[in-house]
């Protein structure tokens, strides 16, 4: 193999832009890339494990790999999937708009060519990618969500027809037509018409799977035999598709979510046999337990560069005697065995928090009015926890301790309701139907966030109960400094629609529509000019050129960074204080605007400056560019979960600094159940940092102190 041209790639390319002390992060990713690279084409592994923690740049680490599987091989193919759609469209725009910048000049025009990405959203398109691209060099995009789908139901039956035709070779048992639909049925419900043709099906397969799973004496399938049958489906649908030449090389987001049977067959059934290599990218490879960290290291063998005893040297691994020393809580004497073996199969580099976070608590203890219903409401949690009933024990507890609006919506609507016999829930009911804003967290978190607005500063707030989000943004909306500075933004806005001529000549804005969309900016920005001058305008824009440029070459096709703010906060596109995000990704056409694309709005320079965001917004998105802190609003259990949230914000290319490091704020109510939530969950977070495989005891609901006795690195 020739030489790999790393050369003429810098992950780096921006790190002028960024601040003193991310520089060297960003010349870091360039290491890790090598470091992949060497372990795939020195070492001879089938596939590695890119485990950075969340923000590290994993996807362009993963990206530089592509380009150099592109340059280094000719005719090279490379299949990148994502979870979702929206996610491959932002991989895809962050090839064609960054990755581009980042290659030496001469490779520019492949990413006009060859190198377009092609983003596929249906099977079928993927499947005319494939074949499109049978004689060049290609990027291709998709999610293993779409692909999942790599069968019809009527393909599923037929291929059954196929293999039942095979009863009587299998167990010298003839099956009539009737019969062999009602076998067919039996697995396949719903697949309208039963076809006529059965399918041609591997002979040698269909009769091992009939011998496992059909009953010759009762004639129906054994009990439990459905996975069997299921994988025989996949095998023969994904053996259906043929790629040729091979995929060079298959890179997988966030492959944590492979677990799922039917996103996991993507790779087991469908792509099997049909890649080289495989690079896996996870944020939270630690939360993953240590059954499914095996299952992942074994999707590998999937690869068509595997080796036969590749399996086999998975099991080998010593991970069940990694967990029996931390469950007997005693030495591990092959740590620096283990941990030497999965290096060759794992990168994963890591923030150092005690550096690069400030860990705050926003706390309130219930006094008047609010004291009743906290009493009544920490007894609630008391019996619920006494019940007995371990289903949806934690969930009850997230929502408990979420808002006192959401835990009244879940009384009258929701989980609790099957307590309505427990007295004291009928007193909680009463006690909450009156008070909902007097909740202290509530009135703690509104009091910090007012402050923040007035300040000027950016926080983002995460909930996990959409009746949490409403309760606290109508919450925020009553607070006299959030309507104070509404209204001086509205006053501002005036004033500066009057300056719009002046905006565009000094900025040299191209239309008078774009100097407008870029006049409402600077009106909610908090460092606003007071005097439309030259000069403090020019300084204004220097101050936030850079960080909006980076946000428009991510965003995709915009020629100019005003097409950009013209699509985000033009004509028709409001700027409020306070904002919530429940949409999808990258937001999108607004057409809920109460939620869908405030995360791009929030990454201006100017309002909103407080974005209330869902589930939703845990992934996928970018929040960093103008705040450094997160409110951990609602505490879930999954410590995953949280370092999805943190994330958000704490990203290379962020305003963090040594001096402001990123805030991470845990809210809850002083002295209550929720107090113990946050104790629990901060050492979750340690765990899930530092412990391989964390995920087998947070599933056991323990937590592991000694940490360091335990803890493996695994640098590039």
């Known amino acids: 193999m020739k030489q790999v041209p790393f050369d003429e790639i810098d992950l780096a390319r921006f790190a002028e832009q960024y601040s003193p002390e991310q520089r060297g992060e960003l010349r870091a990713q360039n290491g890790r890339a090598r470091g992949l690279w060497s372990r795939l084409h020195r070492e001879d592994v089938p596939g590695v494990i890119l485990g950075d923690e969340v923000g590290k740049g994993k996807t362009y680490i993963a990206l530089a790999l592509a380009f150099a599987t592109l340059t280094s091989t000719r005719r090279a193919r490379v299949l990148v999937l994502t979870h979702n759609r929206k996610m491959a469209e932002t991989w895809a725009a962050r090839w064609s708009q960054e990755v581009r910048q980042m290659v030496d000049p001469c490779w520019a025009g492949r990413f006009d060519a060859d190198w377009k990405p092609r983003v596929s959203s249906q099977y079928e398109e993927f499947v005319a990618a494939l074949e499109e691209t049978s004689r060049t060099s290609a990027i291709l995009f998709a999610s293993y969500d779409t692909l999942k789908r790599f069968h019809s139901h009527e393909g599923r039956r037929r291929c059954l027809l ?231 024990v934690a969930s009850l507890r997230e929502t408990l301790c979420s808002s006192w609006g959401a835990t009244l919506d879940s009384l009258e609507n929701g989980a609790l309701a099957r307590f309505r016999d427990d007295p004291w829930v009928l007193r909680l009911q009463r006690a909450l139907t009156d008070s909902v804003k007097l909740d202290p967290k509530l009135r703690e978190a509104v009091e910090q966030l007012a402050k923040l607005a007035a300040n ?63 006049a409402k900016v600077i009106a909610s920005s908090p460092d606003a000019p007071e005097k439309a001058t030259t000069r403090a305008l020019s300084a204004w824009w220097l101050r936030h050129e850079e960080a909006l440029e980076a946000q428009r070459r991510s965003a995709g096709d915009y020629e100019t960074v005003f097409d950009f703010l013209a699509s985000v906060a033009g004509r028709g596109r409001q700027l409020p204080i306070v904002a919530r995000y429940d949409g999808e990704v990258s937001g999108g056409d607004e057409s809920e605007p109460d939620t869908v694309g405030n995360d791009r709005k929030f990454n201006l320079p100017c309002a909103p400056l407080i ?106």
């Open 456 to 518: 000027g500063e950016k926080t983002v707030v995460f909930t996990h109960r959409t009746e949490t989000s409403a309760i606290l943004v109508e919450a925020l909306l009553e607070d006299p400094r959030i309507r104070d500075l509404a209204s001086n933004f509205r006053r501002a806005s005036k004033r500066w629609r009057q300056r719009v001529e002046r905006v565009r000549r000094t900025l040299k804005i191209p239309t008078l529509r774009q100097a407008y969309t870029v």
């Open 162 to 392: 196929g293999a039942l035709r095979l009863a009587y070779r299998a167990h010298g048992v003839r099956l009539s037509r009737g019969a062999r639909l009602r076998l067919v049925k039996a697995v396949v419900p719903d697949g309208g018409a039963v076809p006529r043709r059965p399918a041609s099906v591997n002979k040698a397969a269909a009769v091992t799977m009939l011998r496992d799973a059909f009953d010759p004496v009762t004639r129906e399938w054994r009990p439990r035999s459905h996975r069997t049958i299921e994988d025989f489906l996949d095998t023969e649908a994904g053996r259906s598709l043929q790629i040729r030449p091979l995929i060079d090389l298959l890179i997988v987001d966030e492959a944590h979510k492979l677990e799922g049977r039917r996103r996991g067959s993507v790779v087991t059934h469908l792509l099997s046999g049909k890649f080289r290599k495989g690079v896996w990218v996870t944020a939270t490879p630690f939360a993953l337990t240590l059954d499914e960290l095996r299952r992942r290291l074994r999707e590998f063998q999937h690869a068509a560069s595997a080796k036969r005893d590749y399996e086999s040297a998975i099991r080998q691994l010593p991970l069940a005697d990694y967990e029996r020393a931390i469950s007997d809580r005693v030495d591990f004497p092959q740590r620096k065995e283990l941990e030497g073996a999965l290096r060759s199969r794992m990168v994963r580099d890591t923030w150092d928090n005690r550096k690069e976070r400030r860990i705050l608590d926003w706390t309130r203890k219930a006094t008047g009015k609010a004291l009743l219903p906290s009493m009544v409401l920490e007894r609630v949690i008391s019996n619920v926890l006494n019940t007995g009933e371990r289903t949806h």
């Open 611 to 716: 974005l209330v965001a869902s589930r939703k917004g845990q992934e996928g998105i970018d929040l960093h560019h103008y705040c450094r802190r997160v409110v951990l609003y609602d505490l879930p259990w999954n410590p995953a979960l949280i370092e999805q949230r943190i994330g958000r914000v704490h990203r290379l290319g962020g305003m963090r600094s040594r001096r402001m490091p990123v805030e991470v704020v845990y809210c809850y109510e002083e002295g209550s159940y929720e107090e113990t939530i946050a104790r629990r969950v901060k050492q979750r977070c340690e765990m899930m940092h530092a412990l391989l495989g964390a995920g087998t005891w947070l599933d056991q609901n323990r937590e592991v102190d000694d940490l360091e006795r335990y803890r493996m690195t695994f640098p590039p």
